[in-house]
């Protein structure tokens, strides 16, 4: 080989347009302006652990122009982030930092970075360059196309629907980890149909390969083949990326961190921003272990900590050191605020949820009339189903609220259905409520529900039973009617019709196994029921439930409207994985009670209950100015008569000096 001769870049005296030592603060300072032993830019493997509200995206912004004015050209940068918007919004912070062109730089995210790869050379893994990727509904259509190609007898045992299937396909190659993995961590009840599940994945990639299409994870998987198996691309791609910066590395996968090891493998220059304390994505495949074994991988890494929090009063920032220092593994850190004053935060124990929200409400309004807007107010929560009170509370005393986690919790399609098995049960003549069951059974559509509702309503308008065989049920929901029926004639049998035993009955006789099949979060959804029956346990009639669902449920666009309008203040609702990357000054966090918060599912291990401290971490670092944490002492639950609860272990965690305790007291003559 011959020797090689290096250029140099050519530079006289450097003038650069920021002034990066007032910009940013110490921490800041040192990692976006580290350099290599040899004084260049060339500053090797770096691992940035930047804290809650300690300015990771201004971090990285400025590590970008830093390189640009010290004579990186802008195409030898990739930038990866986990939404287009995050790497759309830091390069236009480098726009308007610079007057330098850095249009060429490569940003986005991985399946964005990977989709611009694969154009150019998707031809070398037999496809076309214009070939086209599928959403989620396509993937899930094709996949349900495939059962039926696949000859596979669903009438025999149910079958896991596209959906579910797409899930699982998902998570194997995210955590690149197989089929039979999978299912036996996670979806358990699928076990025994490995070997058809497994097979259907061929008959999937080459119908795929055949219609020219990629789904979202192939965007990856083939992106990381090219590198593998075609080394002319690989060495390319290689040699083009000179620096390689990762946001939110905490919140990688497996592939997705082989594959920013494939790219940065030749220069070395990768730069890592994450807080391992904020890793709580493990149920969608992230690997808290990427960022904690980063130095290992990288034995000549760097480690740079940013600890300055830019958020929250002292108090908030006290407690939130502390409620982490329970996990083993982790890079220790301690925030350090930036502003001073400001209260200690609460602790609320209420009698029960009813009370909670009680409490949550009316200190809402207290805020506001003491000038914090209600935009400026949170409440969060581990699980939806824990604001199930909170939100018929705040809709009785006409406060306007938005829920970040998705719909309300009564207008989610599994709580709808299990209402209409109640509604028809109350009330035969419900037209829409019986026909919302008939397409639950396979292959029943808005046609056939309206043919087989002629021939049943005068069946349950006489009140007799349904028959459990009838010639009118098409063969393929023979099976699921039958159980149907009969939960529906149970339902209408019972006396006295109480709600909470009802839905059980549901759940039970119908619905768990359909939600198996229809749902990859069906362990999730059913659990969300069987809530939904404590809660049914306080009202004396279904009468009475049904009403106060109906008054719930009776606000569908509400949510949408008030986010497009801007023109209405309203709380914010949301789960603690949705709040992540959000503040607010007044933070709720309720139902902080063990089995709630953490989960009692998460607790079966040390990572499991590791990754629900973190999640708590999350919770009140989003506090600017005031932390309100509350659990109900009692809580009713399905089946008994509810229990007393135990303060969550992060509570008992706490040192008692980092919060004020709060007993509930009631006005005399107002109860």
Known sequence: MAPEYILKPAHGPRDLHIDYRVELNDQQFAAVT????DGTVNSGPMLVIAGAGSGKTRTLTYRVAWLVEHDVPPGRILLLTFTNKAAKEMLRRVENLLPTDISAIWGGTFHHIGNRILRRHAKLLGYGQDFTILDREDAKDMLDACVAEAGIDTKQERFPKGDVLAEIYSLAVNTERTVEQVLAEQYDYFSHLAGPIKTL???YRERKLKANAMDYDDLLVNTLRLFQEH??????YREQFLHVLVDEYQDTNKIQAD??????????NLMVVGDDAQSIYSWRGANYRNIL??????????TFKIEVNYRSVP??????NDAIKGNIHQFAKNLTAVRSGGAKPWLIPCPDSNQQSQFVAQRILELRDEGVPLNDVAVLYRAHYHAMELQMELTRRNIPYVITSGLRFFEQAHVKDVSCFLK???NPQDEMAFKRILKLLAGIGAKTADKLWGKFHPVLSAGKPLLLTSEAIPKKAVDDWKKAAQVLNQLRQMQPKRAAEMIEQIIDGFYASYL???FPNARTREEDLHQLASFAMQFDTIDDFLSQLALLTNLEAEDASLLASNEQEFVRLSTVHQAKGQEWRAVFVIGLCDGMFPLARSLDNLEGEEEERRLFYVAVTRAKDELYLTYPVFRMTAGDSGGFQRPSRFLAELPKTHYQEFSIRHQAGHW
């Open 231 to 236: 080394d002319e691309v690989a060495a390319r």
């Open 293 to 302: 074994g980063f130095p290992q991988r990288y034995p000549s890494a760097r």
């Open 201 to 203: 994945r061929e008959v």
């Open 259 to 268: 594959l920013i090891d494939a790219i940065a493998t030749v220069h070395r």
């Open 34 to 37: 580290a350099t290599g032993a």
């Open 315 to 320: 108090s908030i920032l006290a407690l939130a």
């Open 424 to 426: 028809v049960a109350v």
């Open 516 to 518: 198996k099949v229809k």
